[in-house]
């Protein structure tokens, strides 16, 4: 039973084009968030969100924009491709720490996407 | 930047105890110290956490030293399955805060 997923699996591209990664959850957290893994296996957030809102945004080029249509999806959409881009991508859940659910932050993370830009 | 300090690189036989040391020396009093794991071409996957007190898991123990400037991953017993990049890393424990991993310690297991 998938509690994190995350479609493409790989995605392989040229640049300057528009791609989306997709992220559901069935954990039924109210905070997801999303990840970039480096070749050099550096994992660093990129935007976290808690109900649907925003809640941390890192230093991320504009040309990726995060949308959260309901708790259970975030979805990762990025414009205008760079060879920078390349990596793999995380999609990851877990109940909001301090919340009423619990005092800390055990995250799942999703299986990963391989994004090549070419 | 993951402010730890963990070797590259560790190995170990098979059903022997094995020892992570991480060095977290710059933590400030409320950060909690939290352990993943990442087994080849999987997503990372939660270990344990802990705060001051040693702290054990049917996964593993987290030895943390008295004046939270370094902790220890403790496998017990580790198996082939056990062979992962471990990272350990700081985490306000509140929020919506993410993690921040670095390089990790790949460990090895022999049979």
């Known amino acids: 039973d998938t509690a994190v997923s995350q479609t493409p699996k790989y995605l392989v591209t040229q640049m300057g084009n528009d791609k989306s990664i997709k992220c559901e959850q069935n954990?039924?957290?109210?905070?997801m968030y999303w990840y970039k893994q480096d070749s050099k296996k550096f994992l660093k957030i990129m935007f976290s969100?808690?109900?649907?809102?925003?809640?941390i945004n890192e230093t991320v080029p504009n040309r990726f924009s995060p949308k959260s249509p309901d708790k259970a999806h975030l979805n990762l959409h990025i414009n205008s491709l760079e060879l920078g881009d390349s990596a793999v991508y995380f999609c990851a859940s877990s109940e909001l720490a301090g919340g009423p659910k619990g005092s800390y932050n055990e995250q799942f993370f999703g299986p990963g996407t391989r994004l090549t830009v070419l | 930047d993951a402010k730890t300090t963990q070797p590259n690189s560790m190995e170990s036989n098979e059903e022997e105890p094995v020892h992570l040391p991480c060095n977290h020396s710059?933590?400030?009093?409320?950060?909690?110290i939290h352990w993943y794991r990442q087994l080849p071409s999987q997503g990372p996957e939660y270990v344990i956490h802990g705060l001051t007190s040693n702290v054990n898991n049917r996964m593993a123990s987290l030895a943390i030293a008295e004046d939270r400037k370094s902790s220890t991953l403790i496998l017990h017993r580790a198996t082939l399955r056990d062979a992962a990049v471990y990272y350990c890393t700081r985490h306000s424990g509140g929020g919506a805060d993410g993690l921040t991993f670095g390089k990790g310690t790949h460990l090895i297991i022999q049979p």
């Open positions: 969100y808690n109900n649907k809102e925003l809640i």
């Open positions: 954990l039924g957290h109210d905070t």
């Open positions: 710059t933590i400030s009093g409320t950060d909690y």
